[in-house]
């Protein structure tokens, strides 16, 4: 039954998958410096971005409340096992290589915006969102922050790893419904660097339809060529839910030493860190 609803789910094609408005927004039309001042924001903002950025220092060596956050996520069945901290830290990079950074790309080149320099503004308009890939490290404001201010491929993990905090999604809602009003305090921003006007909108309407049925049809940004790779296809069905994601990092080797060679030698996804049911379907898809 699950490989069925697996296979129901995986492999979305692009045309079944949203498209990002044609219409430009700021990030696409202002001077590379003006957005980098509005992306600094003012004196209130940069003290608000260096407590968050201290705070999550502080949760990296506060271990209790890292493990509650665990046990919470555990707890609701989004983490089946925990995984060391080592193997949190290289399937976060693992995360970050084969399937963050590849699909953001493509994607932003398609939209005609330089990757590098967008990921400039990210950093001036919150540098722990940078910081933190898998996410267990950040306050509940910074997860939501970040959710505003990138156009997902998917923003499913995001969502799971929110309910880190029991208010979770209840503030994500808020805080969405706000920047589609105008009247988020991050709004300013945030709006430097969101470069589809129609973003937000299409989030709250996901997020409504999520805390319904969680199992609602997942909000997936069309691609450009990144789904014609299959290693990048294998790593956005692993890397795109919470559990699987946990699952893949659970598998990696517990040695510090093995984890050191793993991300020194493995150029692409590994397979044998992947669900079976995933690594099937992919095959079958591509061999088709």
């Avoid at 498209?19 to 430009?24: F, G, P, T, V």
């Avoid at 927004?25 to 957005?35: I, K």
């Avoid at 984890?259 to 150029?267: E, I």
């Amino acid at each position: 039954m699950e490989t069925t609803q697996t296979a129901e789910r995986i492999l979305r094609k692009p045309k079944e998958a949203y498209a990002a408005s044609d219409e430009k927004t700021a990030r696409q039309t202002t001077s590379p410096l003006v957005l980098l001042f509005k992306a600094m924001g003012g004196p209130a903002q940069w003290y608000g971005k260096g407590m968050r950025f201290a705070r999550t220092l502080g949760t990296l060596l506060n271990r209790r409340e890292v493990r509650r956050r665990i046990d919470r996520l555990h707890k609701l069945g989004l983490m089946e096992e925990v995984p060391t901290t080592g193997q949190l830290i290289a399937g976060g990079l693992d995360m970050v290589r084969y399937f963050i950074s590849p699909g953001a790309r493509d994607y932003y080149e398609s939209r005609g915006i330089h990757f590098g320099f967008h990921q400039v503004l990210r950093f001036f308009d919150d540098p722990v969102s940078l910081i933190d890939p898998i996410g267990v490290l950040s306050e509940r404001d910074t997860i939501i922050g970040h959710i505003l201010q990138v156009v997902h491929a998917n923003p499913l993990y995001d969502l799971q790893i929110l309910d880190m905090f029991e208010d979770g999604i209840d503030e994500l809602e808020a805080q969405t419904d706000a920047m589609i009003r105008g009247t988020h305090p991050r709004a300013g921003t945030i709006g430097a660097i969101v470069e589809d006007p129609e973003y937000h909108t299409r989030l709250l309407a996901y997020l409504r339809n999520y805390r319904r049925d969680p199992k609602t049809p997942e909000l997936r940004r069309r691609a450009d060529q990144a789904r014609a790779d299959k290693n990048f296809v294998l790593a956005e069905e692993t890397f795109g839910a919470l559990p699987s994601a946990m699952r893949y990092m659970k598998r990696l080797p517990e040695s510090p030493f093995a984890l050191v060679r793993h991300l020194l030698s493995q150029k692409d996804i590994n397979p044998n860190y992947c669900d079976p049911d995933k690594v099937a379907l992919v095959e079958a898809e591509f061999a088709a």
